[in-house]
C-alpha cells in the first residue's frame, strides 16, 4: 500500500522565492495534516482538514503561509514570501477520522531557505 | 490546551536490556494516544495506537500504557537491540479536538542502544 507521498523531499531556495510543498494522503483517508519539525520546537501542528475542509489553522504562522485541498487525494502548503527562519522539515500526515484515527505520516519535505 | 513531556530526552542502554519511555500529559479527556518512532533524516513510524478506553496495547517486543487519570503513558521496550536506536515520540489528541486526529508531540526521547 502506497502510503502518504510528499514531495519535494529536499528544497533549497532563496529568501523572498515562493515554496509550494506538496502532499498526497493515504487513500481513503479524510483527515490531512501538515505539521512543521525543528529541533528547537519540536513537531508544531500548523493547519489540518476534514473532508477537504480546513477546520484549524490556528498554528500557521504568519499571513506568508497558506494551505489548500482541492480534492480529497491532494493538498498543498504555500509559503511567500520564503524566510530563513522558515527553514524546517514539514511534513504530511493523514488518517481516517471514523476508525481510532492512528496518524500515518510522509517523510516529509526538508527545506533551508538561504 | 494539552500538552505532552516526554522524560528523559536521552537514554542510552546496553544491547538486551528491557527499558521504559514516559510520557505525560496534561488534558486527561484525551480521545487516544500514539507512540512514534522516528530515525534520523526520517518521517514518523506509528508504533501503538491507544484508545482513551484501552490501558495497553502491544506489538512484538513493545507494549504501551495509558493511565489517563495520572495523566500518563510508559513505552516498555523488551530485549533492547541496536536496531531499536532512534527518537521515540508521544502524542496525544486534547480532549475538545480528540474526535479531529489533532495529536500534540511531546519533543522524544532518542534511544541509543550499544552493541
Known amino acids: 500500500d502506497a502510503g502518504v507521498i510528499q514531495s519535494p523531499r529536499h528544497e533549497v531556495t532563496e529568501m523572498g522565492q515562493e515554496v509550494t510543498l506538496r502532499c498526497k494522503p493515504i487513500s481513503g483517508h479524510n483527515s490531512l495534516f501538515w505539521y512543521r519539525q525543528t529541533m528547537m520546537r519540536g513537531l508544531e501542528l500548523l493547519i489540518y482538514f476534514n473532508n477537504n475542509v480546513p477546520i484549524d489553522d490556528s498554528g500557521m504562522p504568519e499571513d506568508r503561509f497558506s494551505a489548500k485541498m482541492p480534492n480529497a487525494s491532494f493538498s498543498t502548503l504555500k509559503i511567500q514570501p520564503s524566510e530563513p527562519r522558515d527553514s524546517a522539515v514539514y511534513f504530511c500526515?493523514?488518517?481516517?477520522?471514523?476508525?481510532?484515527?492512528?496518524?500515518?505520516f510522509g517523510e516529509g519535505s526538508r527545506l533551508t531557505v538561504l | 490546551k494539552q500538552e505532552v513531556t516526554q522524560i528523559p530526552a536521552a537514554l542510552s542502554v546496553p544491547e538486551g536490556e528491557n527499558l521504559v519511555l514516559n510520557c505525560s500529559f496534561t488534558?486527561?479527556?484525551?480521545?487516544?494516544l500514539q507512540w512514534f518512532r522516528q530515525d534520523p533524516g526520517k518521517g514518523l513510524t506509528s508504533l501503538l495506537l491507544?484508545?482513551?478506553?484501552?490501558r495497553e496495547q502491544t506489538s512484538g517486543r513493545l507494549n504501551a500504557s495509558l493511565d489517563k487519570s495520572s495523566g500518563r503513558s510508559t513505552l516498555y521496550i523488551a530485549a533492547s537491540q541496536p536496531g531499536d536506536s532512534a527518537t521515540y515520540l508521544c502524542a496525544a489528541t486534547g480532549g475538545r479536538s480528540g474526535n479531529t486526529g489533532k495529536l500534540i508531540f511531546g519533543q522524544g526521547t532518542t534511544l541509543q542502544v550499544k552493541p
Open positions: 488534558d486527561s479527556a484525551i480521545y487516544n
Open positions: 500526515a493523514s488518517t481516517w477520522t471514523t476508525q481510532g484515527r492512528e496518524l500515518f
Open positions: 491507544i484508545q482513551s478506553s484501552q
